[in-house]
């Protein structure tokens, strides 16, 4: 049986595991720089205030049973999305309405590559414990943002404050797969992010 789509409760024998998607958690973000950072175009805070310039793709809300896990919103350039590699800057923002630990939000983004890809590759497992060094647990009402430059580095900002940065083009296209590629486990919120 298919694992729930990133960000969202899983039954284990202890207690459930609010899984996520790619970019996003509760109690308290985000810490260490994944990759080094010194490869970005502009300072932190100039690349988040470019990034508020970008134009709405699309939103959407994602709930899980009973739970409601985040709001989702897809921002680029133009408004539109062909592909990350052609729309890039772009940035997609996670408002959490529940609580989620690191260690989920990274065992669902792994779940979510098994899905998409298969597997989970050896530069997939990298980057896992990259994020690990990044990510913190979320609470209600955090807001993370992965922003994508014009290099395609992925900088992550919890609250509009910059965590860390994944600098791997392929991580970027990867990463968002996980909400915007079609073979996604949550085409209905894909639908809403991509604007259709």
């Known amino acids: 049986m298919q694992k729930a789509f990133w960000p969202m409760p899983a039954a284990t024998k202890r207690k459930p595991r ?8 509760h109690c308290s ?3 260490a720089v994944a990759g080094s950072t010194s490869g970005q175009t502009e300072p932190a805070d100039i690349l988040w205030q470019h990034s ?9 809300h994602f709930r899980y049973l009973f739970w409601s896990l985040y709001d989702a919103q897809l921002k680029t350039q133009d408004g539109s999305f062909q592909s990350v590699e052609l729309n890039k800057p772009l940035s997609l923002t996670l ?11 990274v065992e669902a ?5 098994r899905h998409l890809f298969g597997e989970v590759t050896p530069s997939q497992a990298l980057w896992g414990q990259q994020l690990r060094q990044i990510w913190r647990d979320v609470k209600q009402g955090d807001q993370l943002s992965c922003i994508v430059d014009e290099r395609g580095h992925a900088h992550f900002y919890l609250n509009r404050q910059l965590l ?3 600098v791997d083009p392929l991580f970027s296209e990867q990463f968002l797969a996980i909400w915007l590629d079609q073979r996604t486990s949550a085409p209905t919120l894909r639908r809403q992010l991509l604007g259709q």
Request: charge should be negative; include cysteine.
């Open 18 to 25: 609010w899984l996520l998607v790619v970019l996003a958690c």
């Open 29 to 31: 973000v985000f810490g």
């Open 52 to 60: 508020t310039q970008l134009k709405t793709v699309g939103e959407g």
């Open 95 to 105: 408002t959490y309405q529940r609580e989620i630990s690191r260690d989920d939000f």
């Open 109 to 113: 983004t792994l779940d979510q590559w």
């Open 164 to 166: 860390g940065a994944v």
